[in-house]
Nanobody, 119 residues
Framework: VQLQASGGGLVLAGGSLTLSCAATGRIWSINAYGWHRQAPGKQRELVASITTDGKTDYADSVKGRFTITRDSYRNMIYLQMNGLKPEDTAVYYC??????????????WGQGTLVTVSS
């Protein structure tokens, strides 16, 4: 499984940005995709996730501002980010989960894309 993220950049506070993640390879068993982010000096945190049957989940800090979607035909995952704040500044990583059992997964990561929000 290969994941290619894109769409990061510099945006003013209050602005919007859409991140894209292209999934290729042996993705037929992937059951969920998502986005994490890592700000300087902080741990990587889950931002949003979406299952292949469309169930979404969001970190409290982005609820109401970010929307994760998936285009199953094009094998693309998107993160629409509105109302961006300086604290959203981070490197954003997309991921894909391959289930290994009831509770185990194999998580694949894409390279990061930098989002910088200036005040």
């Amino acid at each position: 499984v290969q994941l290619q993220a894109s769409g990061g950049g510099l945006v003013l506070a209050g602005g919007s940005l859409t991140l894209s993640c292209a999934a290729t390879g042996r993705i037929w068993s992937i059951n969920a995709y998502g986005w994490h982010r890592q700000a300087p000096g902080k741990q990587r945190e889950l931002v949003a996730s979406i299952t292949t049957d469309g169930k979404t989940d969001y970190a409290d800090s982005v609820k109401g501002r970010f929307t994760i979607t998936r285009d199953s035909y094009r094998n693309m995952i998107y993160l629409q980010m509105n109302g961006l704040k300086p604290e959203d500044t981070a490197v954003y990583y997309c991921h894909a989960d391959w289930p290994l059992g009831v509770t185990e997964i194999d998580r694949y990561w894409g390279q990061g894309t930098l989002v910088t929000v200036s005040s």
